[in-house]
Structure formats: C-alpha cells, structure tokens
C-alpha cells in the first residue's frame, strides 16, 4: 500500500507558477514510476509528466518545457513545478505511483489559470 499526499495547487494568473508536491508513505526508490495526471472538466484524465526510479522523464508535449517533474528522496517527495502557466492547464491534478501491477493516487489539487 502507497499513500500519496499532494499539495501546493491554487489560483494563478497567466503566465504564473506554481508548484506541485506529493509526499509517498514508501521509498520513492522501491517505486518503479512516479507521474502528474490531470483531469479538466468534461475531460479524461491525462498524463502530463512521470519519472522513472532511474530517474528517466517523460512529459505530454502541451507542457514540454514549461513544466518539470523532479523527485526529493530525502522527503519521498516529487514535484510537478509549473511556469508559464495557461488558462487550458487549468484542471485537477493527481499524483501517481506505479509498481508491477499496482497503482495509486493521490487526492487531486486543483490549479486554477485565469485569463
């Protein structure tokens, strides 16, 4: 069992940034992929930016060198920061954990990107 604990969303103007935390209850390092997935209204949720124990990264190309995902194993933290922000990167955002066939999430953080 994994417990995700997110914070750090909010209200932000355009062009704005913000970050994103996600505290894990078990070592980052036994977790084979860490990842941000987001959810806007009427919309399915999406991947917007994972990384691997070996710390390899992926990121959805709306967000490519805007955002970044970085982890803290002193703190079994990853991070999601943000800039440049958009109103269309408005959206709920989960934390993700993946191991062989396991996953879990955390409980969403909303950012909101107004115009």
């Known amino acids: 069992q994994v417990q995700l604990v997110e914070s750090g969303g909010g209200l932000v103007q355009a062009g704005g940034s913000l970050r994103l935390s996600c505290t894990s209850s078990?070592?980052?390092?036994?977790?084979?992929?860490m990842g941000w997935y987001r959810q806007a209204p009427g919309k399915q949720r999406e991947l917007v930016a994972k990384?691997?124990?070996?710390?390899?990264?992926n990121y959805a190309d709306s967000v490519q060198g805007r955002f970044t995902i970085s982890t803290n194993s002193a703190k079994n933290t990853v991070y999601l920061q943000m800039n440049s922000l958009k109103p269309e990167d408005t959206a709920v955002y989960y934390c993700?954990?993946?191991?062989?066939?396991?996953?879990?999430w955390g409980q969403g953080s909303q950012v909101t990107v107004s115009s």
């Open positions: 993700n954990a993946q191991l062989p066939r396991l996953v879990f």
């Open positions: 078990r070592n980052i390092f036994s977790i084979n992929t």
């Open positions: 990384i691997t124990s070996a710390a390899s990264t």
